[in-house]
């Protein structure tokens, strides 16, 4: 298992290199650390190529340095393609080396804490045909926690794109605890009279019965955990869970992806905004 891990010399790139140390501490997996140094257009000048040179040669003294600091056991590559996309370059450099995911760090203006997609975090999230790993911003700037416990978003339809397959291989590659999350929000409901209860009773019931379905697709895996986190909004049902050092989540694509690419839809969108634990987006229809 490898992965592709994109790195620019900024705390955030930092902060995806951190997430990516904690995924291979749990899982065995070896890192291809990616500085995509882009592409001098010529222009006849006599100095253009030394420049491109320069560039490339800098960007191997940044890998250096945060080579240097990846724990021993963890088997990591250096890589300085030059190309004209960043986003693009990571993509085709996974998909070639057959990477289990593409690992990111944010843009450096979020806050602290925070999911805030910059322009290659947000491309890669619209566009990539592997999963995208995305640490927050400032993600284990002391210590890189050791991840425990992966929580999947199960949609709440049954008959919808769901990121189950990947989560549960992965959370077997690790041995990780793995949890099944339903949000359910009563956007539609208004008031607090006997109907609307009843209405909201009917949504968190028919949650608790998709996640027993989804429980089921797991082959009989034990120790798989479920829970329905419900409010008036997404958002407040967002606001009843807390996350542990420990806890990576993972989410789906939107329902207008193409097949086999990721593509952050609304709910997903919301999701990520308000998370401040790492989040991996899979690809529509994406087997492991």
Not at 110 to 132: D, E
Not at 210 to 236: K, R
Request: with cysteine; net charge negative; glycine share 10%.
């Amino acid at each position: 298992m490898r992965l592709t891990v994109g790195y620019l010399y900024t705390d955030t790139g930092d902060d995806g290199v951190n997430l990516a140390i904690a995924i291979a501490r749990a899982t065995g997996a070896a890192l291809d650390l990616v500085c995509v140094v882009r592409a001098v257009e010529p222009d006849g000048s006599p100095g253009r190529a030394g420049y491109e040179a320069a560039l490339v040669n800098k960007a191997k003294q940044w890998l250096d340095e945060v080579a240097a600091d990846i724990p021993d056991g963890i088997e990591v590559a250096l890589h300085t393609p030059v190309a004209d996309s960043f986003p693009q370059c990571l993509i085709d450099f996974a998909v070639a080396g057959k990477a289990a995911m593409i690992v990111v760090g944010g843009t450096s203006d979020g806050i602290l804490g925070k999911h805030t997609l910059g322009t290659i975090s947000s491309a890669l999230t619209h566009a990539s045909p592997v999963p995208v790993a995305l640490a927050p911003r400032g993600y284990s700037r002391v210590d890189i926690p050791t991840i425990t416990t992966l929580t999947v978003a199960v949609p709440t339809a049954e008959s919808k794109d769901t990121p189950l397959p990947f989560a549960l291989a992965l959370a077997g590659e690790g041995k990780l605890n793995l949890r099944l999350l339903s949000l359910v929000s009563h956007d539609d409901l208004s008031g607090d009279d006997e109907e609307s209860a009843e209405v909201r009773s009917r949504h968190i019931a028919a949650a608790e019965a998709n996640l027993a379905v989804a429980a089921q697709s797991c082959g009989g895996t034990s120790g798989i955990e479920s829970l329905v986190a419900d409010g008036n909004t997404l958002e407040e049902a967002l606001e009843e869970l807390r996350w542990g050092p420990g806890d990576v989540v993972v989410i789906g694509s939107g329902r207008l992806a193409p097949p086999r690419r990721a593509f952050l839809g609304s709910t997903s969108a919301r999701i990520l905004k308000n998370t401040d634990a790492p989040i991996i987006v899979v690809p529509k229809g994406f087997t492991p």
